[in-house]
């Protein structure tokens, strides 16, 4: 763990495709260690070849190797399958009331599109983690909702993707025009959801994305 701390120190410095000049003094302040930690630790890593280091007079040079920036890739991969796209992790808030009048003006779309009636309103999660519902929904294909024109009015397309709350069916849907801002989900489904699952404002949900 520390290595890997002292890596993204290193390429925050900009040692990714040229050597940058470091001192053990600033880099064990940057790391909050001692200046004999970190000489252990880059000659580890020059060791297993994930960086490049190079001493000239009093000067030390450092930079990523190739096989250290494919060591980083690796772990950004895999940490961003474990924390992003899966799910999100919220706190029930309350709407402006508007939910429940789009959700009836889309209700015959919406059970076409994602084949349940749904509960004429909107279940609202600020969203805790990550840090928008576009960082969970980035990768997943969306079901668009066709807008329409009705008593005048035009009504704009809606991008909806499907979820799951406590083994319940839902989806957040992002109307093309929208008052929320991107940390806000509205979610529907074909029950009230505050009801089934006993929630208020401010209780913590987790939502799953289905892909």
């Known amino acids: 763990m520390e290595e890997l701390k002292l890596m993204i120190t290193l390429a925050k410095k900009g040692a990714v495709g040229e050597?940058?000049?470091?001192?053990?003094?600033?880099?064990?302040?940057?790391?909050d260690s001692s200046p004999q930690s970190v000489m252990r630790r880059l000659n580890s890593l020059e060791k297993k070849g994930y960086i490049v280091?190079?001493?000239?007079?009093?000067?030390?040079?450092v930079e990523i190797s190739h096989h250290g920036l494919q060591f980083l890739e690796s772990i950004f991969e895999d940490i961003g399958k474990i924390l992003y796209g899966n799910y999100i992790?919220?706190?029930?808030?309350?709407?402006?009331?508007?939910?429940?009048?789009?959700?009836?003006?889309?209700?015959?779309r919406i059970k076409e599109y994602l084949g349940f009636e749904p509960y004429p309103g909107t279940l609202n999660i600020l969203v805790v983690f990550p840090?928008?519902?576009?960082?969970?929904?980035?990768?997943?294909?969306p079901i668009i909702i066709p807008g329409f024109s009705k008593g005048g009015r035009t009504f704009g397309d809606v991008k909806a993707y499907k979820v799951m709350i406590n083994g319940i069916s839902g989806a957040i849907v992002?109307?093309?025009?929208?008052?929320?801002?991107?940390?806000?989900?509205e979610i529907i489904a074909p029950i009230c959801l505050r009801e089934k699952l006993n929630?208020?404002?401010?209780?913590?949900v987790k939502v799953e994305v289905i892909k």
């Open 174 to 185: 992002v109307p093309s025009r929208t008052i929320h801002p991107p940390r806000v989900a």
């Open 199 to 204: 929630l208020k404002d401010g209780s913590k």
């Open 89 to 108: 992790l919220g706190e029930v808030v309350s709407g402006v009331g508007e939910g429940r009048y789009y959700v009836e003006q889309y209700k015959d």
């Open 19 to 31: 050597k940058i000049k470091v001192t053990l003094r600033e880099l064990s302040r940057e790391v």
């Open 53 to 61: 280091k190079e001493t000239l007079g009093k000067r030390t040079f």
């Open 131 to 141: 840090k928008t519902i576009y960082d969970a929904l980035y990768n997943v294909e």
